[in-house]
C-alpha cells in the first residue's frame, strides 16, 4: 500500500480468493475508463438482425411480386432477414394452395441469394415464410 501510495496510483485487488492474495499498482480510473471504451467499441462493431416483412395477398399480380421480390433482394443484401406474409380475406381462406404457391415462386425466384430458415406455415389468416441470406 506504501508503494502504491508513493506513485500516487490504487493497489487493486486481482485474486482475492489466491493463498497470498494477489494486488496489481495501477491507475483504476484510467483502467475502468479503457474497458467502457473496449465495450462501446465492440458494440459498435455488433450487427443486429432486423426481420423486415413484406405482406402480399394470394391474388398478388406477376408485376407487384417481382417488384416486391426485388425489394426482398435488397434487405437480404443488407443482412437482414425476410418475412413474406400471405394475407387472406373472407373466401380466399378456401383456397390456401394459392398462398402456397405464391410462396413457392417466391422462394424460386430468390433460390440464388437467400435461403429458408423457417418454412411455409399457415397460422390462421396468414401464412409466413421467413428467409435469409446464403
Known amino acids: 500500500m506504501a508503494k502504491a501510495a508513493e506513485k500516487e496510483l490504487d493497489l487493486v ?8 492474495p494477489v494486488c496489481k499498482i495501477m491507475d483504476f480510473g484510467k483502467y475502468i475508463y479503457e474497458q467502457r471504451k473496449k465495450e462501446k467499441l465492440n458494440k ?5 438482425i432486423v ?3 413484406i405482406r ?3 391474388k398478388t399480380d406477376t408485376h407487384d411480386l417481382e417488384f416486391k421480390v426485388k425489394h426482398a433482394r435488397a434487405f437480404l443484401e443488407q443482412k437482414n432477414k425476410v418475412k413474406f406474409t400471405v394475407q387472406f380475406r373472407g373466401r380466399e381462406l378456401a383456397y390456401k394452395e394459392f398462398g402456397y404457391k405464391l410462396l413457392e415462386r417466391v422462394q424460386e425466384m430468390l433460390e440464388d441469394v437467400a435461403k429458408v430458415e423457417s418454412g411455409i406455415k399457415s397460422e390462421g389468416r396468414f401464412m409466413n415464410m421467413v428467409m ?3
Request: net charge positive; glycine share 0%; no cysteine.
Open 13 to 20: 485487488e486481482i485474486a482475492p480468493t489466491a493463498k497470498p
Open 44 to 48: 459498435k462493431k455488433q450487427h443486429t
Open 51 to 53: 426481420v423486415k416483412e
Open 56 to 58: 402480399m395477398r394470394p
Open 132 to 134: 435469409s441470406q446464403k
